[in-house]
Structures are given as structure tokens and as C-alpha cells.
């Protein structure tokens, strides 16, 4: 099972924009994509990357996040703007083994949007 590391959370301004990294232990091969959790809700799918480069995102982000990847580096990240209070929340990276199936979870990073 891959290692996932996130960081790059923290506070800010509605409208302003955060740029959160993902490092992972290993080649990148399978889909990946950032999930968040706000107090009380489920976990929901925010960006996906998938193997053939193909981005998917929540509709609640469309327009104002970008996912990517750096490959050399094995880092996932979501460029994040425009940003909302309701964007509030502990965001997780995911890693999808295209062959096993497992999916490694990286330990979480807090975004808070607050004036």
C-alpha cells in the first residue's frame, strides 16, 4: 500500500485561493483525487485524475479547483480559488490501485475559509 502525505491547508479569506500537495511513496499509476469531509457530513469526491488524464470534478468546484499531477516529483496537487466558506473541510488525497484495487488514503490536511 502506497504512502500518501498532504499538506499545504490552513486558513483562508473567502476569495482567496490555497494550493494543497500531495506526496505519494511511489510511481503514480493508477487514478488519484482529493476527497474532503466537513464537520458532520460524509466524505465527498471534490477532483479525479485518472490513468488515461482525464479530470472529473464536484460540481461545487467546477470552475474554481484544478487537479494535476507531477509525476517526476510523484506529488498530486489541487490548485484551489475563489474559495467559499462552505469549502470548509479536512481534504484527503486517494490513490486507486488500477490492479489490486486498494486505495491508499493520505492522513488528511485542514482547509479553513473564514474572514
Known amino acids: 500500500q502506497m504512502q500518501l502525505v498532504e499538506s499545504g491547508g490552513g486558513l483562508a479569506q473567502p476569495g482567496g485561493s490555497l494550493r494543497l500537495s500531495c506526496g505519494v511513496s511511489?510511481?503514480?499509476?493508477?487514478?488519484v483525487g482529493w476527497y474532503r469531509q466537513a464537520p458532520g457530513k460524509e466524505r465527498e469526491l471534490v477532483a479525479v485524475?485518472?490513468?488515461?488524464?482525464?479530470?472529473n470534478y464536484a460540481d461545487s468546484v467546477k470552475g474554481r479547483f484544478t487537479i494535476s499531477t507531477d509525476n517526476a516529483k510523484n506529488t498530486i496537487y489541487l490548485q484551489m480559488n475563489s474559495l467559499k466558506p462552505d469549502d470548509t473541510a479536512v481534504y484527503y488525497c486517494?490513490?486507486?490501485?488500477?490492479?489490486?484495487?486498494?486505495?491508499?488514503w493520505g492522513q488528511g490536511t485542514q482547509v479553513t475559509v473564514s474572514s
Open positions: 486517494n490513490h486507486h490501485h488500477p490492479y489490486s484495487g486498494v486505495d491508499s
Open positions: 511511489g510511481r503514480i499509476f493508477g487514478a
Open positions: 485524475f485518472t490513468r488515461e488524464g482525464r479530470t
